[in-house]
């Protein structure tokens, strides 16, 4: 296609309808029919970016190759489109302002007032044009975060709008997200006054759905889609059902099966297609028939943060998607390191241990190393856990050394894309690929001065391009992998990290 085509996905009533999932389920069915998918996120939140966001308000923050900090959603959206993203799919109303006002004390403006339309609406439109432009797109898919009506997303309401005025309809398609409220228990219906006043509110900012999809936890009924067909004015062709399910993975499933795919190709007068549908069929068959195996396996996730499961989202699904790539059924216990007994350690066959931020929990930190060194237990220790690592290791061995030298805090945070040098045999067996890399989200690097006061007990496993040491394991317990990285952000379907298939490895 010569022209990028945008598919903006809005929410109406409520927040959490799984609008994200089913963006990313679209952009999974077009890469299925070959298309490249370029996705993006806009945030009404002010903060520039959730790095200083509590994860028990917003979960995990997902970091990008070229090193953005982005929701969550973002890792949904790389895993379901197979398809590394960048800075211009995470974009937030606190970003676009300080953009703005930042060009205005640089006088860009020439003198002239700074107002939201349209020096912020056209700040929008210009990301929309960069996400398209940077990862040469077919398709680009758009979620616009909260709900149709706040009044901190109207300025991306608006900015979708007039790009869709300038970019032309026939290159633009809205899908509008809503809720069908169950009360059949008392009213024995759906209602659905509040998905039309959704409709109306979105119609009064200009914008006409060109397809609505229906968040249901009950089957929709022929009676009600002929209601909001008729209340809406939208063709019976152009509704979609979400219903819930045991699996995200399995909505882009139920949409391909309702023909989503052929509306989409009909609004954007596309013709030509591959459908290879059947890759993602053969992936969630797996999770189907999972419990149908005889391998299982009890892996445990122990975090800071165990009661939000959000905060460890991109560790708790790389373990899964490890698991059904194996096709190994999973039980994945997670847990508080706070009150942990340690000697439950020996029940599981592996275990993942989080980093932590705060001097008490990482204290609990080198206790529960000590314990898996002293029996070898099969782990994977990430970000600032290789550090307690290395704690664990000085004071278990008593090391005469100031551990506040040990490692030292760099000028600019180390974020993104970091390729994996001086790769030990070891290493190298696990990836398995020509040149390796991970992600990194972390600030310090090991002070290599002290290399030999602790080269007795480790193995270094790798590097990076200036010889900084991002993966090692000790000695006496090689069962044990720590990395500086976030491996967890490269985790794909059919492709989950190394590292986490790693887990397995005794299965």
């Known amino acids: 296609m010569k022209k990028t085509k945008f598919i903006f996905v809005i929410g109406g009533v409520y927040s959490s309808l799984g609008k994200g999932i089913t ?8 890469k299925q029919m070959g298309f490249v998918v370029a996705m993006q996120k806009l945030d009404p939140y002010l903060n520039v970016d959730p790095e200083n966001i509590s994860p028990y308000q917003h979960g995990e923050v997902f970091i990008t190759n070229d090193g953005a900090k982005a929701d969550l959603d973002l890792g949904n959206y790389e895993r379901f489109t197979d398809h590394n993203l960048n800075k211009y799919s995470t974009i937030t109303s606190g970003r ?18 700074v107002q939201v339309v349209p020096h912020i609406t056209n700040q929008i439109i210009s990301k929309l044009h960069l996400l398209a432009k940077t990862n040469k797109a077919d398709f680009a898919i758009v979620e616009i975060g909260g709900t149709v009506g706040d009044l901190e997303s109207l300025s991306f309401i608006e900015a979708i709008n007039q790009f869709g005025l300038e970019y032309g309809k026939q290159n633009v398609m809205y899908i509008h ?11 024995g219906e759906l209602k659905t006054k509040p998905a ?14 060109d397809m609505l999809v229906l968040r ?13 067909s008729w209340l809406c004015s939208m063709d019976k062709s152009k509704i979609f059902i979400n219903p819930d399910l045991e699996s995200i993975y399995f909505l882009p499933n139920v949409l391909y099966d309702q023909k989503i795919h052929n509306q989409i190709f009909k609004h954007f007068k596309v013709k030509k297609f591959n459908d290879n549908f059947n890759e993602w069929i053969s992936f969630t068959d797996k999770i ?15 975090g800071e943060y165990a009661e939000l499961h959000d905060a460890y989202y991109s560790v708790i699904t790389s373990i899964k998607l490890a698991a059904y790539q194996l096709n190994i059924d999973l039980t994945l216990d997670i847990k508080s390191i706070r009150g942990f007994d340690l000697i439950s350690l020996k029940d599981y066959d592996g ?22 060194i002293d029996n070898n237990i099969n782990s994977l220790l990430y970000s600032t856990a290789f550090e307690d690592l290395i704690l ?46 991970e992600r990194h989200y972390h600030w310090n690097q090991f002070n290599n001065k002290y290399i030999s006061l602790i080269s007795n007990y480790i193995d270094i496993l790798g590097t990076d391009i200036n010889n900084n040491i991002n993966f090692i394991s000790p000695k006496n317990a090689s069962n044990i992998i720590a990395t500086y990285s976030n491996p967890e952000f490269t985790s794909k379907p059919n492709n989950a990290n190394p590292l986490f298939i790693n887990l397995f490895k005794g299965v």
Request: glycine fraction near 4%; aromatic fraction near 6%; hydrophobic fraction near 35%.
């Open 177 to 187: 997200c809503i809720p069908l409220i169950s009360l059949k228990s008392v009213f």
């Open 216 to 228: 249901s936890s009950v089957q929709v009924d022929e009676n009600t889609i002929n209601k909001i």
């Open 351 to 372: 275990c993942v241990l989080c980093p932590s931020d705060s001097d008490e929990t990482r204290k609990l930190n080198i206790k529960i190393i000590s314990y898996l």
């Open 392 to 437: 664990t290791l000085v004071e278990k061995n008593k090391v005469d050394v100031d551990s506040t030298y040990l490692f030292i805090k760099q000028k600019k945070m180390i974020i993104g894309r970091v390729d994996i040098h001086n790769i030990s045999q070891k290493l190298s067996s696990i990836y398995n690929i020509d040149a390796p890399y």
């Open 288 to 302: 189907k028939n999972i419990s149908k195996t005889n391998k299982k396996s009890k892996i445990l996730l122990l």
């Open 96 to 113: 676009i302002y300080q953009e703005v006002l930042q060009m205005e004390r640089d006088g860009k403006y020439n003198g002239k007032t």
């Open 196 to 209: 039309q006043h959704s409709v109306k509110t979105l119609k009064s900012f200009g914008i006409t759905p």
């Open 23 to 30: 963006a990313s389920s679209i952009g999974r069915i077009l």
